[in-house]
C-alpha cells in the first residue's frame, strides 16, 4: 500500500489553448493517490488505485478566446461598445477509482513497478461562468459535463527501502478520461429571456501524475 501527492501535469490537447471546444485551457495542479497491489505472484499482481486530481481550468488566454467566440457565434447580440464582462473558469477536477494488473522487478532493496489500470473516473469540470453586458439586456452562459466517466492509467514507480515496514514511493502515471460537455447560451433584451443554441463537444482529458510518498509491505 503507499499514500502519495505530487503534481498533476497537463499534456497533450489537454494543455493547449487555441480551441475551446477540443481544448482544455488546463494548468498545473495537484494529485492525492492511495494505491494497493496484492501479489498472488512474486513479481505479477493486481493493482488498485483510489485517487484525485485537479487541474486548473483556464485564465486570461479561455477568457479571450469565449468572448470571441460569442461575438462571432451569435452576431444577433446587440454588444455596446465597452460592455461589462464576467468570467469565472473553474477546475478540472477528477476522482478515479481504478483497477488492473501490476509487474514489479525487484532489485537490491528497490522494487520497480509497472502498472495498467481501467475503471470509473468522476469528472468535474469547468463551470466557465461568463455573462455578458448586452444592450437593454444580458447574456450569460454556463458548461456543464458528464460526470461519470472511464478512464484508464498507465504508471511506473519505485519504491525505495522495500523490506518489511515502510519505505518510500515515487511515481508516474499517465492518465486519461474524456468527458462530455455542454454549454448551455442565453440572453435576456428587456427583461425577456431568450434561448440560443447550446454546444455539446468533447475534451479529452491528459495529464501526467508525479508524485512522491510512503508505501507499506505487509
Known amino acids: ?3 502519495t501527492m505530487g503534481a498533476s501535469i497537463p499534456v ?14 488546463a494548468g498545473s495542479n495537484f494529485v ?3 494505491d494497493a497491489a496484492y501479489f498472488f505472484m512474486p513479481v505479477v499482481g493486481i493493482s488498485g488505485t483510489f485517487s484525485f486530481g485537479s487541474s486548473y481550468g483556464g485564465g486570461e488566454s479561455l477568457e479571450n478566446a469565449m468572448y470571441d467566440d460569442v461575438l462571432e457565434k ?27 494488473p501490476q509487474i514489479t522487478i525487484p532489485l537490491y532493496n528497490l522494487n ?23 444592450d437593454g439586456g ?22 525505495f527501502g522495500v523490506g518489511r515496514g515502510a519505505g518510500i514511493r515515487l511515481g508516474l502515471d499517465y492518465y486519461h478520461s474524456k468527458p462530455a460537455l ?11 429571456l431568450q434561448s440560443l443554441p447550446d454546444d455539446q463537444f468533447e475534451v479529452s482529458i491528459n495529464s501526467l501524475h508525479l508524485a512522491l510518498g510512503i508505501a507499506f509491505n505487509f
Open 182 to 192: 455542454v454549454t448551455k447560451n442565453s440572453y435576456t433584451v428587456n427583461n425577456n
Open 32 to 34: 492525492l493517490n492511495f
Open 1 to 3: 500500500m503507499s499514500l
Open 138 to 159: 444580458e447574456f450569460v452562459s454556463s458548461t456543464q459535463g458528464d460526470e461519470l466517466n472511464v478512464g484508464y492509467m498507465l504508471g511506473t514507480g519505485v519504491r
Open 74 to 100: 451569435f452576431p444577433i447580440l446587440s454588444v455596446p461598445a465597452d460592455p461589462e464582462f464576467n468570467f469565472d473558469a473553474g477546475k478540472w477536477n477528477y476522482v478515479n477509482l481504478m483497477a488492473g
Open 112 to 134: 520497480i513497478d509497472f502498472k495498467a489500470l481501467g475503471g470509473l473516473s468522476f469528472v468535474f469540470v469547468p463551470s466557465r461562468d461568463m455573462r455578458l453586458e448586452l
Open 12 to 25: 497533450g490537447s489537454f494543455a493547449e489553448s487555441e480551441n475551446i471546444y477540443s481544448d482544455g485551457f
